[in-house]
């Protein structure tokens, strides 16, 4: 299925569910909802993946760059990142190296839609740190599934 197919879709869910402010801030940190930084500079990714994300329970901030990402997550670190591999000014495997400098445990999921050298491109965001890598177009029960087990949770 094409992104902008479900662009609508996720809008609408978007706008019209109301997200708990400070819902669980006396639970533990091990029950706590897992955060989730997404990186990609497309925003019907963006916000195709965040409301996926967030409709399966997660905690999801949305970013359009790299260098933006990394702050990000230097601001308020993440439990998982999904990161674009391809993206202007500051790319993926730019983000990769120095998410994981600033932080080894962080888990990293990258996805591309790279064509050609895609396989390529994504061995290499493995060499420099990603966990898991994910060719686009993302099927959303493959990403759930993965993100779950980054996690250490249950689909």
Do not use: C
């Amino acid at each position: 299925m094409a992104w902008i197919n479900l662009a609508p879709a996720a809008l609408t869910r978007r706008l019209s569910k109301k997200r708990p402010d400070g819902a669980g801030a006396d639970k533990t940190a091990r029950n706590r909802t897992p955060r989730i930084l997404v990186i990609d500079d497309d925003g019907v990714t963006r916000l195709v993946l965040g409301a996926a994300l967030r409709e399966a329970g997660y905690e999801v901030e949305e970013v359009g760059d790299g260098a933006e990402g990394v702050a990000a997550f230097r601001a308020r670190p993440a439990d998982l990142v999904i990161s674009d591999l391809v993206m202007p000014q500051h790319g993926g495997l730019e983000t990769v190296r120095e998410l994981r400098q600033t932080d080894p445990r962080v888990r990293i999921l990258v996805v591309s839609g790279v064509i050609g050298s895609s396989a390529e491109h994504l061995r290499t965001a493995v060499r420099l740190g990603a966990d898991r890598v994910l060719p686009k177009p993302v099927n959303l029960k493959e990403l759930l599934a993965m993100v779950a087990g980054l996690l250490g949770r249950a689909p």
